[in-house]
């Protein structure tokens, strides 16, 4: 796990995510905190938990960028799941269990891609061979005589094999035989999606897991270019050269101690009093809080234990107040913050400063069709103006608002761009009125259009 101290943290943070500090420091100490139990005595580090977080705040003000950002930043295996669509047990739908499953599918990956690295250039070389193999079948052998001419003949041919082997070498190397097809051989575990109406991931682990060792392998052999062939054989050398025991292994111990699970909409399982179809909300509360207590969880690469898994919520919390959930599940978020409604500052710095702002996102998108956008600084306020004003006569949607308003605006643009060569375009105070003022100050068309 990378040691980064909270400041380089949130420092990290701040080049993606306009505002929301305290939201950044909570995330940051839990993350710390991580590396420091890591340096803990064993009996010390059983005894430590993590500090769940509950995130409270609008849509569109930044929750789930934050999680998505931390978890990128330390490498840490991340799911996002919303906690409506779980029911209770017994209920159709899914068990809550399944999020730490998928967590440690999240985490395998993470593990072999780390490991593909390790055994990258032993894969290139073997795949190389593969391919010349392909390209330059050896010759079929005939025995004709036992004579010393046979012999010699047999020598010869030998010697040439080799030069026309070795010249295609050199050729592939080149990149001379890109263009040139093979055959091979493509393998496919047949996957039991359904059985009996049942989902996979209903069943039993011990089922699952022998139901897809007996599971035939279909073989199917296609025609494809060399660069095509690559792809797939490079594939197949990497996973003969992994040890896919020791990456499951190491998976599961990843996720169990640097794991992270954001779950959103935890205020929609807050069941509304006094209605009897809300009884399942309450039961997912139930179902939920084993899961971040801490409990062993059966996938079909092994158990792991959830007692280290950081959780995030977060919630709008607009009809309901955290208080409403159920007190032992409360306990275990001891850390809430909430997250402030933007402003329009907050839009002119989100459409300004963070490196893949959608100003730079669009500006390079257009690039491609020969149109350099300019944002001028009255058109980013204008734009801002906007948004905030939308916002507040509409739905409050936060920052998604920008992405509606800036494809509306940019739409005949876009249109019209390709082979136009238009050159500079000026995306100014007026420009935005010219094709947004109207729409933004009917109210009635701004709830449909913006």
């Known amino acids: 796990m990378n040691p980064m101290t909270p400041k380089e943290i949130v420092s990290a943070l701040d080049r993606h995510i306009v505002g929301q500090a305290e939201a950044k420091r909570a995330v940051s100490l839990a993350i710390r905190n991580r590396w420091r139990r890591q340096q803990l005595s064993d009996e010390m580090r059983h005894e430590v938990s993590p500090k769940n977080i509950l995130m409270i705040g609008s849509t569109g003000v930044g929750k789930t960028e934050i999680a998505r950002r931390l978890a990128k930043l330390t490498g840490a295996p991340f799911i996002k799941v919303e906690a409506t669509k779980y029911t209770e047990v017994g209920y159709y739908g899914r068990d809550v269990e399944s999020m730490v499953r998928e967590l440690v599918d999240n985490s395998i990956a993470l593990v072999r891609a780390s490991q593909r690295e390790n055994v990258k250039q032993a894969a290139e070389e073997r795949t190389n061979k593969r391919l010349i193999d392909l390209l330059c079948p050896a010759p079929v052998k005939y025995e004709f005589s036992t004579a010393a001419d046979g012999a010699e003949s047999a020598s010869e041919e030998d010697g040439s094999f080799e030069r026309t082997k070795s010249k295609m070498k050199k050729m592939l190397v080149n990149g001379d035989l890109e263009d ?102 309450q039961g997912v509360q139930r179902d939920l809080l084993p899961i971040v207590e801490g409990t062993s969880v059966q996938t079909k690469h092994g158990y792991i234990n959830t007692d280290h898994i950081l959780f995030i919520a977060a919630g709008a919390f607009h009809r309901n107040q955290p208080s409403e959930l159920m007190p032992e599940l409360q306990g275990r978020f001891p850390i809430r913050v909430e997250l402030n409604d933007l402003t329009k500052d907050d839009f002119v710095r989100i459409l300004t400063e963070p490196k893949s702002s959608l100003t730079r996102q669009y500006q390079a998108l257009l690039k491609t069709e020969s149109v350099d956008l300019d944002f001028t600084e009255d058109g980013i306020e204008e734009l801002a103006t906007i948004a905030f004003q939308v916002n507040q006569s509409t739905m409050n949607i936060g920052a998604r608002r920008l992405y509606t308003i800036l494809e509306r605006l940019l739409e005949e643009l876009s249109f019209e761009a390709p082979g136009q060569k238009i050159g500079k375009v000026s995306i100014n105070a007026a420009y935005v009125q010219e094709r947004l003022g109207k729409v933004a100050e009917d109210e009635d068309l701004s709830r449909y259009i913006l």
Not at 268 to 274: D, L, M, P, R, Y
Request: charged letters at 30%; aromatic letters at 2%.
């Open 180 to 281: 040139r097809t093979v055959e091979i051989t493509i393998e496919q575990k047949a996957s039991p999606v359904m059985m009996g109406g049942m989902g996979v991931e209903q069943m039993d682990m011990d089922f699952q897991g022998m139901l897809e060792k007996i599971m035939p392998t279909n073989r199917s052999k296609k025609e494809m270019t060399v660069t095509a062939a690559r792809k797939v054989i490079f594939e197949q050398e990497c996973d003969a050269l992994l040890d896919s025991d020791k990456i499951n292994e190491n998976a599961i111990e990843l996720a169990e101690n640097a794991g992270i699970i954001f779950l959103d909409e935890i205020d929609k399982v807050i069941a509304a009093e006094g209605k009897s179809a809300d009884v399942s909300r």
